[in-house]
């Protein structure tokens, strides 16, 4: 590599590098992807956690904005339209059900 080359791949910063290395040689990318989709298939979290940027680049960040309301008193709940407020329950009653359910796995006590 002489020193134009250093200076050029020096001026396109890390991200368009990347991209760069990446569209040279497509094969290659499309094995790296398919291994790591079919490792996170079989339960890989970590291949399925490497996906991630592939497929932010390939399909584009989601944009679409949630905006999550959680009511901090009594008139909050009683402005809440009604599918809020079935919604908020529903969540309450998960979260609240899950949290028994890991108090109880670690309970030593229950194990008998």
Same mark, same amino acid.
């Given at each position: %590599?002489?020193?134009?080359?250093?200076? +050029?791949? /020096? !001026?396109? #910063?890390?991200?368009?590098?990347?991209?760069?290395? &990446?569209? *040279?040689r497509?094969?290659?990318?499309? @094995?790296?992807?398919?291994?790591?989709?079919? %490792?996170?298939a /079989? #339960?890989?979290?970590?291949?399925?956690?490497?996906?991630?940027? &592939?497929?932010?680049?390939?399909?584009?960040?989601?944009?679409?904005?949630?905006h999550?309301? /959680?009511?901090?008193?009594? =008139?909050?709940?009683?402005?809440?339209? /009604? *599918?809020?407020? =079935?919604? &908020?329950?529903?969540? +309450? +009653?998960?979260? !609240?059900? @899950?949290? *028994?359910?890991? =108090?109880?796995? =670690?309970?030593? +006590?229950? @194990? *008998?």
């Amino acid at each position: %590599m002489d020193a134009a080359e250093v200076t +050029r791949l /020096t !001026r396109l #910063g890390a991200r368009a590098l990347v991209a760069e290395r &990446f569209n *040279a040689r497509p094969q290659v990318m499309a @094995a790296v992807i398919d291994t790591l989709m079919d %490792m996170a298939a /079989t #339960g890989d979290i970590s291949a399925a956690k490497s996906l991630v940027p &592939f497929m932010n680049q390939g399909m584009g960040m989601p944009t679409e904005t949630v905006h999550v309301v /959680t009511p901090e008193s009594k =008139s909050d709940l009683e402005n809440m339209n /009604t *599918a809020d407020l =079935s919604a &908020f329950v529903q969540q +309450r +009653r998960l979260a !609240r059900a @899950a949290a *028994a359910q890991d =108090s109880a796995a =670690s309970d030593p +006590r229950s @194990a *008998a």
